[in-house]
């Protein structure tokens, strides 16, 4: 008979391919702390859903979102993207495996004197192998049209040639998705895509999301301190708190009382 430990593991090694992302005792500790910012935790995200993750500043969404794609590695726990585990994977293992995810950051990280369809275009290279397919300048005309799609789809196609320094946060930000669209991501992870953003433009941004999401079938995992944008453009919630995943809910099921309750 075995343990519920060794059941709980064969249930997890029997990965459903169609699952974006599973991750199991997820734990990470910073050298300079004795405490782990979160320790244990678990979920799974399904297809297509779009998952909100709150909790107040220093409750370790950044780090959990990072974690998940190894981008900080955690000390412990089981991560499977897309069916493939990402555990002991490094280097060109580990690129692969995070071939199709996008990533969006608050701080958009573009190279600001390159124009928006260079800035794409980087989005390709890890389906290239690496930045030598960039610097020797050897984008396809397939890429440089599959940039321009990508960028019409963020309603930026004629600002393709602009420089980025010269786009307003917004715009920069539609560039930054579009980046991310260059990878066919199934699943996209936006940490506070909208906290540089007016009010105005920040929702621009999540309706975007929104859209992409349906129109791609893209899941969809994002952090944000927006208690409305995570009931609004959430099919789920998650919040951490005190290092444990706090909230595991269907944001129908939630209202900003509630959510507010979090951040107390
Ligand atoms: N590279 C690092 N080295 C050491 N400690 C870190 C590092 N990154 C984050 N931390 C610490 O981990 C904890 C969680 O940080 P994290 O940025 O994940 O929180 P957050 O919930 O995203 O916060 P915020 O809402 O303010 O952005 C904080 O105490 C932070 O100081």
């Given at each position: 008979m075995p343990s519920l430990a060794q059941a709980l593991r064969s249930t997890f090694a029997a990965a459903d391919t169609a699952c974006p992302l599973q991750v199991e005792g997820l734990t990470k500790r910073f050298a300079n702390s004795d405490t782990p910012v979160f320790a244990d935790i678990s979920f799974r995200l399904n297809p297509g859903q779009s998952v909100a993750l709150i909790g107040a500043n220093g409750a370790g969404k950044s780090t959990l979102l990072r974690c998940c794609v190894r981008l900080i590695e955690p000390d412990a726990g089981r991560i499977v993207l897309d069916g493939v585990s990402l555990c002991g994977k490094s280097g060109r293992g580990l690129r692969q495996a995070r071939n199709r995810v996008g990533f969006v950051f608050q701080k958009h990280c573009l190279v600001p004197r390159l124009s928006a369809l260079s800035n794409v275009l980087h989005g390709s290279l890890a389906h290239h192998g690496g930045p030598r397919h960039w610097l020797q300048g050897l984008a396809t005309q397939a890429d440089r049209e599959k940039a321009l799609h990508c960028l019409e789809q963020v309603g930026l196609a004629p600002l393709a040639?602009?420089?980025?320094?010269?786009?307003s946060g917004g715009q920069s930000q539609r560039v930054a998705i579009a980046r991310a669209l260059m990878q066919d991501p199934s699943i996209l992870f936006a940490d506070e895509p909208t906290a540089s953003l007016d009010p105005q433009s920040g929702e621009e941004i999540m309706e975007l999301f929104a859209a992409l999401g349906r129109a791609r079938g893209l899941t969809l995992f994002f952090v944000s301190h927006h208690i409305e944008h995570a009931l609004h453009y959430a099919d789920r919630i998650l919040g951490v708190r005190d290092r444990q995943l706090m909230l595991d809910s269907a944001s129908g099921a939630e209202t900003l009382t509630s959510l507010r309750g979090f951040y107390a």
């Open positions: 040639h602009k420089r980025c320094d010269e786009l």
